[in-house]
T-cell receptor
Framework: AQSVSQHNHHVILSEAASLELGCNYS??????LFWYVQYPGQHLQLLLK??????LVKGIKGFEAEFIKSKFSFNLRKPSVQWSDTAEYFCAVSWNNNDMRFGAGTRLTVKP | DGGITQSPKYLFRKEGQNVTLSCEQN?????MYWYRQDPGQGLRLIYYSQIVNDFQKGDIAEGYSVSREKKESFPLTVTSAQKNPTAFYLCASSIGQFTDTQYFGPGTRLTVL
């Protein structure tokens, strides 16, 4: 079965620190890659996605992610986090438009 | 105001009872999904549907059932056969199956007493 791994379960940062959240997935053909975010008390929403083209994808709120095919990775980055980035972040992968998995999620706490 | 609604927000059930969770969307999306969210496990796919009157099992379909009689509606029934039903349930929809952004509802928290 396909799988998605998010290695960091809980990350605690101070404001202005840089962020990188890891996401790795199992091999299985053509992939579509997503990062979703769940702010406290809000719906899960899309942060960014990659289907094809430039492997460096820009999303909302200053987030970006890089697709590295050789490493089966799609890590999420932000150069300087804010207190409002406190949320849970989920990586999701679909394979061959036929299957989809979410990672276990990473809880980010940003201290003011 | 387009979006996905789920009701109720909180649901309590006695052991041995079936319960149905509602999910409605007015986004005109073809695909709809049900996920279960447990702490530390992320979202796991229960059922999904690409078109009306058709649906497929996800990874953890045992003990659940769905119907898709209308494009806008995708109710989930948690049956008494589900061994550990206490969880947070999320409904989502997208234009295309698995290929497009999924839009999520607010969720229903089910507690079995």
């Amino acid at each position: 079965a396909q799988s998605v791994s998010q290695h960091n379960h809980h990350v605690i940062l101070s404001e202005a620190a840089s962020l990188e959240l890891g996401c790795n997935y199992s091999y299985g053909g053509t992939v579509n890659l997503f990062w979703y975010v769940q702010y406290p008390g809000q719906h899960l929403q899309l942060l960014l996605k990659y289907f094809s083209g430039d492997p460096l994808v820009k999303g909302i709120k200053g987030f970006e992610a890089e697709f590295i095919k050789s490493k089966f990775s799609f890590n999420l980055r932000k150069p300087s986090v804010q207190w409002s980035d406190t949320a849970e972040y989920f990586c999701a992968v679909s394979w061959n438009n036929n299957d989809m998995r979410f990672g276990a999620g990473t809880r980010l706490t940003v201290k003011p | 105001d387009g979006g996905i609604t789920q009701s109720p927000k909180y649901l309590f059930r006695k052991e041995g009872q079936n319960v149905t969770l509602s999910c409605e969307q007015n986004l005109n999306h073809d695909a709809m999904y049900w996920y279960r969210q447990d702490p530390g496990q992320g979202l796991r796919l229960i059922y999904y549907s690409q078109i009306v009157n058709d649906f497929q099992k996800g990874d953890i379909a045992e003990g659940y059932s769905v119907s898709r009689e209308k494009k806008e509606s995708f109710p989930l029934t948690v049956t008494s056969a589900q061994k550990n039903p206490t969880a947070f349930y999320l409904c989502a929809s997208s234009i295309g199956q698995f290929t497009d952004t999924q839009y999520f509802g607010p969720g229903t928290r089910l507690t079995v007493l």
